[in-house]
């Protein structure tokens, strides 16, 4: 059994369940069995918990009965009353439940629940009230049978301590490589009711297609970014915007972090790149660098990392934790012999790092462009300007800008010539046309120097 609960590492400890998720289906892969996965679904949970038996059990873990008696306190003398536009119950009296958005909420939960039976045959990951309960088999019908039968146990547990299961809510999943039987569904019947099978149900967050390709979960992920991208535009329009330092906090906190959302779990998939994609849109919004920008450019610009090279280190990250934490699921845990060469394990490919700054900066070095801005997180020179110039700026620093000679590539007009008479008006003349009042090389650029800052200015007012 595999039990965690909320605490102050909310993000990392659900992160370490969902990997140890993926390792078991995984190990059934390699052991050629099918996973069978039920995904137990509890109804109000946190207010049908029975205060007077939760107390009952603290007090057996504690063997403290003043704190009992304050925690007693703090449970029973509850009220409540409901207003509806000028008119009002009488007031309520609450005889059980959990406060709700406590912070000892949760860590009582974990006690009330921590006594759940381990069904023969069957293996629980338990993250607070989500219960993802799993069986391995090589046929299916044995897989049936002790999912029925860990129901049947559950459900004794659950009348107990008065938490009410929705069957109706529940779902179920088989796990396994056999293409052939791909559309066979598990036939699980708990309380009368016909567990629903769903092809891609989603536990903490992330959705767990049948051979583990993440397609849809990345497909998800991806216009999660794109929407929360359109907020961070609304920051920026043609002649105006907030801070570049707030536009990157901003895509950091908004976009990024729902981009990499449990990334150790998903992050090696091929259908990872998609989410980069959207992830390319976020640093063109904080640097206001225009679609054809190589995206090698994009990245120093933006002070962030590419994806790829966040989601690695994240990954390295967590196999640190696994390896060194006691509190892990998978603390201890070794590989199984591989059978399959297209699968890599978590435990066997992903190397553990200690320093994720220093980590990110040396992977990023490996795929930077030699001549460009050198990979820092951090915005390069220039982030102090207005957003007009701090855009134009970084266009003039990728060559990638409305000048003459990009427009007629683009199709918006036939006349590549500039105003001084120069032919093609190409971005490197930018820097040195003769209407503009000062000149500067790239190398200026790079470094915003004075004339740089100028040149930029000039040019975010004419293009």
Not at 199 to 210: E, M, N, Q, V
Request: proline fraction near 6%; charge should be positive.
């Amino acid at each position: 059994m595999y039990v965690l609960g909320l605490d102050t590492r909310i993000t990392t400890v659900s992160v370490s369940m969902k990997v140890s998720v993926r390792i078991h289906i995984e190990d059934g892969y390699e052991a050629g069995a099918v996973t069978g996965v039920v995904f137990v679904d509890l109804s109000a949970v946190y207010d049908t918990v029975n205060i007077r038996r939760l107390l009952w059990k603290v007090s057996k873990l504690t063997h403290d009965r003043k704190f009992v008696g304050i925690l007693g306190e703090l449970l029973h003398n509850r009220r409540f009353q409901v207003h509806l536009q000028s008119g009002q119950s009488r007031w309520r009296k609450l005889r059980n439940g959990l406060p709700q958005g406590s912070v000892l909420a949760p860590t009582l939960f974990n006690i009330y629940t921590n006594d759940q039976p381990q069904p023969p045959n069957t293996t629980s990951f338990i993250y607070a009230d989500d219960l993802a309960l799993a069986a391995q088999a090589k046929s299916f019908e044995v897989v049936e049978t002790y999912l029925s039968a860990a129901l049947e146990d559950l459900d004794i547990y659950y009348r107990e301590n008065a938490l009410k299961p929705n069957p109706a809510k529940t779902q179920s999943c088989a796990y396994h490589l056999r293409n052939r039987m791909a559309n066979r569904k598990l036939d699980v019947v708990w309380r009368g009711v016909r567990i629903t099978h769903t092809d891609c149900p989603k536990y903490l967050g992330i959705t767990l297609d049948r051979s583990l390709t993440y397609k849809t979960n990345c497909e998800n992920v991806k216009k999660k970014v794109f929407s929360r991208n359109n907020l961070l535009r609304r920051l920026t329009t043609s002649k105006s915007g907030a801070a570049p330092n707030v536009l990157r906090i901003t895509g950091l906190a908004l976009c990024f972090s729902a981009g990499e959302y449990a990334c150790p779990v998903w992050g090696r998939s091929t259908h990872s790149k998609g989410v980069d994609v959207a992830l390319n849109e976020t640093c063109r919004i904080i640097t206001g660098c225009l679609k054809p920008t190589p995206v090698q450019m994009l990245y120093p610009l933006a002070g962030i990392a590419p994806p790829a090279v966040r989601r690695n280190v994240a990954a390295s990250l967590e196999k640190m934790r696994q390896e060194t934490d006691h509190r892990h699921p998978l603390h201890g845990a070794r590989p199984p012999r591989s059978r399959l060469k297209s699968r890599n394990s978590f435990l066997a490919s992903v190397a553990p790092v200690k320093d994720a700054p220093k980590t990110r900066i040396e992977q990023w070095e490996e795929l930077a462009l030699p001549d460009f801005l050198p990979p820092v997180e951090r915005l390069p020179p220039g982030y102090d300007q207005p957003w007009p110039v701090w855009k134009y700026l970084n266009r003039l620093r990728a060559q990638v800008g409305r000048c003459r000679e990009n427009l007629c590539k683009w199709g918006d007009t036939d006349d590549n010539s500039c105003g001084c008479g120069a032919i093609p008006q190409t971005m490197r003349h930018l820097l040195c046309c003769p209407l503009c009042p000062d000149s500067c090389i790239v190398e200026n650029l790079y470094n915003a120097t004075d004339n740089a800052v100028c040149v930029a200015k000039y040019w975010a007012s004419k293009i």
